[in-house]
């Protein structure tokens, strides 16, 4: 072939390339715009199906009708967080950009705050711990004590999240704080600042003459079990004989580290099994070399304990590994499967449920909150109190001891 034909066959090609390019951005348009002019096979191609066809075509007509002009992106964020809501899914969230940006901040374990733990009170908030170099700890919040009012908003009749919320700010700003301490009030003023979240803190009890080793866990986030594992190691090199895993307030995180933190502590065998309908269904096992196959060990759990903290309860307590000490679990029993968007934002979507080695699912129907696990030992917390009273009751069954006196 001579040269002059290999160029014309090459001008040919390119030019039906883009005249194809062409007719499909046309087709695309006309097909987002007069979907009806369009063959049902072509448009489906071209532009999806019928319901996603009158999406387009409504949020169009919107946009171009509406009296005022809207806000760009409005239209999609409302769209889309108004079809997840219509789910009635609680676990189940839509994220804008901006609400993305901080849900992986707060799954990277950092948030900007004062640096406490809480639980709802009666009043507002009661501080169940404090964080190392934290604006609390700088302005004297101790353990025990209630946040009742934040820059003049009193917290009574709030939820916690309402409640940690006016708590919570930009680095940098000030939040007045009305404090109750030994029912005396007093206000203090914190310059919140960004808090890194210690995922693991452990600590060794010595009681009736045994070495008990606490690791208390934050959040299954990424890296977790690296944590945990470190953790248990250190206590056994300190002569620890028993163990206490804490997993109240501990809210869940990824399956694959709930999957290795079971693992510390089983030898074999399932830990869970996921089904959903997109997703393959598949059973997680122990991993093998467990760091504390056989020591005593009891698992903290309360209302709090939930999702991935379910899952290791579940597992240590059908195994008959552990046993469970303190309330009721919170009752969940799917997992979400987060699909970021090319907005910036991302889905949160419940994909599945999870069962335990023994085939139970902790959820209600379907999404509903389920009964939850039920503690071997029922130890019920008072809110007010300063008294670690689970703590306490683990503390003396590992022991051996009637109570623990300190």
Known sequence: MSSRRVVITILLAAAALVAALLLLTLGVWIGGRNADIVPAPVRSALVGTDDQIVVREALNDINDTYYRKLPAGQLANDAIGGAVK??????????????????????????TGIGVTVERAKRGLVIRSVYKDSPAKDVGIVVGDQIVAANGRSLKGLTAKQSSELVKGPAGTKVRLKVVHDGEERVVVATRRAISVPVVASAMKTVCGK???IVALSTFSSGAHAEVYAALKKLKRRGAQAFILDLRNNGGGFVDEAQLIASAFIAEGPILTTRGRSVPARTLRATGDPIVPKAPLVVLTNGGTGSASEIVAGALQDTGRATLVGEKTFGKGVFQEVIELSNGGALDITAGQYF????????????SQGSGLK????VKQPRDSKRDKALRAALAKLGGCNSVTK
């Open 86 to 111: 219509a789910l009635r899914d609680r676990f189940s969230n839509y994220f804008t950009p901006a609400q993305y940006a901080k849900f992986q901040q707060q799954q990277a374990s950092s948030f």
């Open 356 to 367: 335990t080695p023994n085939g139970r699912n902790l959820g209600g129907k379907g999404v």
């Open 211 to 213: 070495k008990i080793g």
């Open 375 to 378: 503690p071997d030992l029922l």
